[in-house]
């Protein structure tokens, strides 16, 4: 995944912009505050970073001991686990776009992940016996909620759930949120790819984010417009592995069990940070017909998916995409 945010806000004496970064769940994030008040945007983004700390501590599969790992622990033993809002919510809407996406994003999809993690470690293909056993701890009908007690029950042992692909998108938008409660509404925060763009001062058209070509750091001619929307792109620029001749992605098919290897980069443009970021990894999957319906079911969100054909890329978009586009 590769974005460049271009911020073009001529300078104004009432606003000076502050810029921000620090590493947090694997990635670089990165915040741009427009103010009149540079210690308070110092404070603002102190306490959003914090929070990300907070949030990575629910949401992680790194961490052993995070709230996500203990609940996957009790995974096969028929009981109801009681756990936090933040997690319910985030394991609620998972369960959903899993549905909604057909299974093409799935949030069970954790024994699968861990397993081509390993193999682009280790540069090789997983074995078919594992993926085997792997596929069989895989779908979301094996996680049940019960939203009336905030409880979460995993049907079979060794079950491992995923927010790789959902996390990130909802902290972004956790943290504009909050910048925007403490009276810092001018903000973007790019959580490794995942934005979130806020509004902007007055008289300035948007926040402008280029986005590059697949397996590329070109970028394409035309850049988007954003006010107060989340966009995320998904393609295989940094995180691939090749084998045999082959770029297999980081992007796992839960119904398959591999790691695609088609070459395209997808852009979902959203009123949520959620949305985009899980959006992008369904429609990566999806054949592009299927993943231009998907998105008709979310009013308001837009998608640009990019596909290299004989080494130049073909656009498939949709029909209110292009109203963001400029040169």
Not at 24 to 43: C, E, H, P, T, W
Not at 97 to 126: H, I, N, Q, Y
Not at 160 to 169: E, M, P, R, V, W
């Amino acid at each position: 995944m590769f974005f460049c945010i271009l911020i073009c806000i001529p300078a104004r004496a009432q606003y000076r912009k502050d810029s921000f970064q620090q590493p947090k769940m694997g990635s670089l994030f990165n915040l741009v505050i427009y103010n009149q008040d540079s210690i308070g945007a110092a404070r603002a983004a102190a306490h959003v970073y914090r929070l990300i700390d907070t949030l990575n501590e629910i949401y992680s599969d790194y961490l052993p001991q995070s709230e996500l790992n203990r609940l996957c622990s009790e995974s096969g033993n028929g009981e109801w686990i009681k756990v936090s809002e933040p997690l319910f919510h985030i394991l609620k809407t998972a369960y959903y776009a899993s549905k909604w996406s057909k299974g093409s994003f799935d949030v069970t999809s954790g024994p699968l992940v861990r397993l081509w993690r390993r193999a682009r470690m280790e540069k090789t293909m997983p074995d078919k016996d594992s993926l085997s056993a792997a596929r069989k701890r895989v779908g979301f009908r094996l996680m049940e909620l019960d939203t009336t007690n905030r409880t979460i029950r995993l049907k079979k042992p060794g079950m491992q759930l995923d927010l790789g692909g959902i996390a990130k998108g909802e902290t972004a938008q956790k943290v504009y949120n909050r910048l925007r409660e403490l009276g810092f509404p001018h903000s973007l925060l790019d959580a490794g790819g995942d934005i979130v763009t806020g509004s902007v001062p007055p008289g300035i058209a948007g926040w402008h984010v280029a986005i590059n070509l697949p397996e590329s750091e070109e970028l394409m001619k035309y850049q988007l417009l954003l006010t107060n929307k989340a966009v995320t792109t998904s393609g295989d620029l940094y995180q691939y592995m090749e084998f045999k001749g082959k770029r297999y992605s980081h992007i796992i098919n839960p119904l398959s069990g591999y790691a695609i290897t088609n070459s395209r980069n997808v852009t979902v443009i959203s009123g949520h940070g959620i949305e985009a970021d899980w959006l992008t990894k369904a429609c990566s999957i999806l054949p592009v017909r299927e993943a231009l319906l998907l998105i008709k079911k979310f009013p308001g969100t837009e998608v640009q998916i990019a596909v290299l054909k004989s080494g130049k890329p073909i656009y498939y978009r949709s029909a209110g995409f292009r109203s963001y586009l400029m040169e």
